[in-house]
């Protein structure tokens, strides 16, 4: 099918950039806790329901967030965010993949489960991004990471982001092959079962989107520049329909449907698909275009779903102009959007706890 043609408020397109390097992070292991602190670890460690392995299984990034990382607002770009998480992910699941002996991988980022920005993070504060393997299916790995932030004049620390992703392990002598994943050992069966639940749900929905956009593989370009590029497009679909200041508030799926290669040209479009009173949905689609070889045509190499909320000067959220579909097909991603945001609505009030 092809790719929809970008309309006046989609973002512009041509956005090119090839695969980078890791960036110049600094790469924390987890310390042996002292003594006094050992319970409070233990707890922050059962809080992430991860399993105890051989290898190391948990590690944290932490990185000074400085004046280039900023949005419009001043607050810290929520796709700096989104990139950290995918860097900590890539680094303990290819360390966890290459455990044993045996052929060499990397490992590749299949999906995002839903990544919900919990409060924002400022210029100045030190983002600690921890990950941790939490559960391992025969071809992937699944990494949940937490991101606080730390003002450093005051100590004070916050949670700012939780996601989960999924990890598939890619032969370095040819990318097309998938290798099995080591197995980890879990301190309690439930932390197994529990973990098998998220795998078989995520792979049941990745199908239902497999059916619409194909496969769903890992890109040969760095996945966490893509995802920040898409958060870009979706912030300027936002601020457009506005004109305001806009946040991200939550990322839906991330779902990678095939490799974009180094020196394709990706276009990356977004179009808005549903807006409650203060809430707005935009789709995000990433297209890949081979310069080199004529003989492959645009593909679709990437989609998502972003909300963003409106926010005054004092940082509280304001209605946003509501979207008036017109054509068949905005119609129906109207209602497709609507039962994502009633779906959602309700999960997070049965997530809420009766108050005594």
Sequence with gaps: MAPPLPSPSMAPPGLIHFAPGLPDTC???????????????????????????????????????????????????GGTILKMIEEAGAIISTRHCNSQDGERCVAALARVERTDFLSPMCIGEVAH???????TSKHSVEVQVHVMSENILTGNKKLTNK????????????????????????????????????????????????????????PVLNPGVTMKLMDEVAGIVAARHCKTNIVTASVDAINFHDKIRKGCVITISGRMTFTSNKSMEIEVLVDADPVV????KRYRAASAFFTYVSLN???????????????????????????????????????VEPQP
């Design 27 to 77: 790469v924390l292991p987890r310390p042996p806790a002292p003594a006094a602190a050992a319970a409070a670890a233990a707890a922050a460690a059962a809080s992430m329901s991860g399993p105890t392995a051989d290898t190391p299984s948990a590690i944290q990034i932490c990185r000074i967030m400085r004046p280039d990382d900023a949005n419009v607002a001043g607050n810290v770009h």
């Design 163 to 218: 996601a989960t992703l999924w990890y598939v392990p890619l032969s370095l002598k040819n990318v097309d092959k998938v290798l099995e994943v080591p197995p980890v050992v879990y301190s309690r069966q439930e932390q197994e079962e529990e973990g098998r639940k998220r795998y078989e749900a995520q792979k049941l929905e990745r199908m239902e989107t497999k059916g619409r956009n194909g496969d769903i593989v890992q």
């Design 129 to 135: 991004v921890s990950a941790e393997i939490t559960y």
């Design 293 to 296: 070889d004529n003989s492959q």
């Design 313 to 351: 000067q004092e940082g509280k959220s304001l209605p946003v102009p509501q979207l008036l579909p017109e054509t068949e097909d905005e119609k129906k991603r109207f209602e497709e959007g609507k039962g994502r945001y009633l779906q959602m609505k309700a999960k997070r009030q049965g997530q």
